[in-house]
């Protein structure tokens, strides 16, 4: 299994990216997509979430709702991150991950990760 990120980079605030996280070995339909992310001397903390083995309605921490989107290519076997409106806050190294628990908003819920990709906001 691997999880792989990209698509971080740096942006001015008002900003946008997409990341992507090509996942080889797991079927996007049988999982939970995690976003997290971990900025410099902080914990990792979750991002978003997307199951389409429970209908495809994404979560979002509150702190990037009506921000960020999530999505998917089942043909790339790829999960999208867009974040848009980005603030200088959302400067941190993003990962992707992915779980079969039934529960997905911690870290120790997730037992595959994607190597990060750094996403700097900044003026």
């Known amino acids: 299994v691997q999880l792989q990120a990209s698509g971080g980079g740096l942006v001015q605030p008002g900003g946008s990216l997409r990341l992507s996280c090509v996942v080889s070995?797991?079927?996007?339909?049988?999982?939970?997509w995690g976003w997290f992310r971990q900025a410099p001397g902080k914990e990792r903390e979750f991002v978003a979430v997307?199951?389409?083995?429970?209908?495809?309605?994404?979560k979002f921490a509150d702190s990037v709702k009506g921000r960020f989107t999530t999505s998917r290519d089942i043909a790339k076997n790829t999960v999208y991150l867009q974040m848009n409106s980005l603030k200088d806050e959302d400067t941190a190294v993003y990962y992707c991950?992915?779980?079969?628990?039934?529960?997905?908003?911690?870290?120790?819920?997730?037992?595959?990760w994607g190597q990060g990709t750094q996403v700097t906001v900044s003026s």
């Open positions: 070995g797991l079927r996007l339909s049988n999982y939970h």
């Open positions: 997307i199951s389409w083995r429970s209908g495809g309605i994404p």
């Open positions: 991950a992915a779980t079969d628990s039934v529960t997905w908003s911690r870290n120790y819920d997730y037992k595959w």
